[in-house]
């Protein structure tokens, strides 16, 4: 499916499933990084998936985001604390959005589902 939204997680702690499962639901193919420090590898594995969104989580919601930002140029939303943040950053254009902890499945699913809205109109 070329038409599938490719989401990376990178999350500090190793974590991410619940909002790889939200993603899922709405219809898109999650990719979580395993390991601690995964939201510093974000960057990479959007590259190397031709990703269409990169979600990191870490304390300050900043870390993984900014890298990805400053090595490949992705536009990134960072310190985001919650889902309409998320939200309203995808539709100022975010490619990267930076969260503190917030692995929920209401999170990937409106995510993939507001990238849907703004991206695969027609």
Do not use: W
Not at 68 to 94: P, Q
């Amino acid at each position: 499916m070329s038409d599938q939204i490719v989401v990376v997680i990178g999350d500090r702690l190793g974590k991410g499933q619940k909002v790889a499962k939200g993603i899922e639901s709405a219809g898109g193919k999650a990719i979580v990084i395993p390991g601690m420090a995964a939201d510093m590898k974000l960057g990479d594995v959007m590259n190397e998936e031709n990703a269409d969104l990169g979600l990191s989580f870490c304390g300050s919601g900043g870390a993984g985001a900014l890298m990805a930002s400053n090595k490949y140029g992705y536009k990134s939303k960072h310190h985001l604390r919650s889902v309409d943040s998320g939200v309203t950053a995808l539709k100022e254009g975010a490619k990267v959005l930076g969260f503190g902890f917030l692995d929920s499945e209401e999170l990937g699913r409106r995510i993939v589902e507001e990238y849907i809205r703004l991206h695969k109109k027609g």
